[in-house]
């Protein structure tokens, strides 16, 4: 009986060992990927090339940029169609929404300026003159604050969102083309994809406190609330980086060239954009693991969401449509 006791255990490893060579026993999932979290729910027409997305959910507007024409698209998402036309300026591409102020800021990469638009009449009320080739944007509406990322002059630009006045320009790496805040510990991100790194730069002293080797050409970035992570699309590489404590900390694979990230703090998950692929990857950021992989039209480059609903919407430059993916009814405790 001692005997049979030693051997059972060596027998049920090289027994599991032999199956999985064999295809016959699959690696273990995380409980996201077992659920299979999202699917398509469908589309509605973009026309052009729909670019950012971003969603005031209280108005149940989508606001969509589009580099090639210099404007901004507005959409009834209740409805799925387009009310208006925004021109913004030449390049028109990070979009984000202060739903507090019903208010929405464009970057415009062609123009050199941050466009204000009024989320009520949905038209342009003024522009910011920042650094060369604006991209990136960050939005911190309790301190009236945005961040533009500027990737020719290689620097951030930081406005007074009440006043509508630049407050500083901040140095930072090689073409940052994507800007994310930490506003906990005054402290933002700047993915420089021509040198293939991240910045960490205390915003009150302008000071780099690191600089993060991470894939190649790193495009957006995203912090997360929960674990302080930061989360890198590297456009070249098909990854996501992992940062932690000013180091990589693992790499994730997505499909080629992603994009835009977005994230879902409370369920715990980023949503990418994989444009050389069509695919959105899902990824379980408690566990780090690709929890769910969702084909999509063509060239999908951004996406933005309604987390209390778990609807997301996704930009398709390649297509010229959003498409909607909601959330599993079998997910019970994904559900608000």
């Known amino acids: 009986m001692l005997g049979a006791k030693k051997i059972r255990p060596i027998y049920i490893a090289a027994s599991m060992v032999l199956a999985l060579l064999l295809g016959l026993v699959q690696p273990l999932l995380s409980t996201a990927e077992e659920r299979g979290l999202y699917f398509v729910a469908g589309t509605f027409a973009a026309e052009g090339k729909p670019h950012f997305p971003a969603l005031n959910t209280k108005t149940n507007r989508l606001y969509v940029s589009d580099p090639e024409a210099g404007a901004v698209s507005v959409f009834d998402i209740t409805r799925g169609v387009k009310l208006t036309t925004i021109a913004t300026g030449a390049g028109a591409h990070t979009v984000m929404v202060d739903e507090a102020n019903n208010l929405v800021y464009v970057t415009n990469k062609g123009a050199d300026s941050l466009s204000v638009i009024d989320g009520n009449e949905d038209t342009k009320i003024t522009d910011i003159a920042v650094g060369n080739g604006p991209h990136g944007l960050a939005l911190d509406s309790k301190q009236n604050r945005a961040y533009v990322s500027n990737t020719g002059s290689d620097d951030v630009t930081v406005v007074d969102t009440a006043r509508r006045t630049v407050i500083k320009t901040i140095t930072a790496g090689t073409a940052p083309w994507g800007v994310a805040l930490d ?11 021509d040198e293939g790194t991240v910045s960490r730069i205390e915003v009150e002293s302008g000071k780099t406190l690191a600089k993060i080797i991470v894939g190649g050409r790193p495009w ?25 404590g000013d180091k990589v900390l693992l790499t994730i694979p997505v499909g080629k060239g992603p994009h835009g990230i977005e994230l879902d703090n409370e369920q715990q998950l980023a949503f990418v954009a994989a444009t050389g692929s069509s695919q959105i990857t899902v990824i379980d950021t408690k566990e780090n693991v690709v929890a769910q992989t969702l084909s999509v039209d063509a060239a999908p480059s951004a996406i933005a969401g309604d987390y209390r609903k778990n609807v997301f919407y996704v930009a398709n430059q390649g297509a010229g449509v959003i498409t909607v993916l909601r959330a599993q009814a079998k997910t019970a405790e994904y559900q608000r």
């Open 220 to 244: 957006n970035l995203k912090v997360a609330k929960d674990n302080r992570r930061v989360y890198v699309t590297n456009e070249s590489d098909g990854i996501v980086s992992v940062i932690g």
């Open 183 to 193: 506003a906990a510990n005054g402290w933002i991100y700047t993915s420089n994809t």
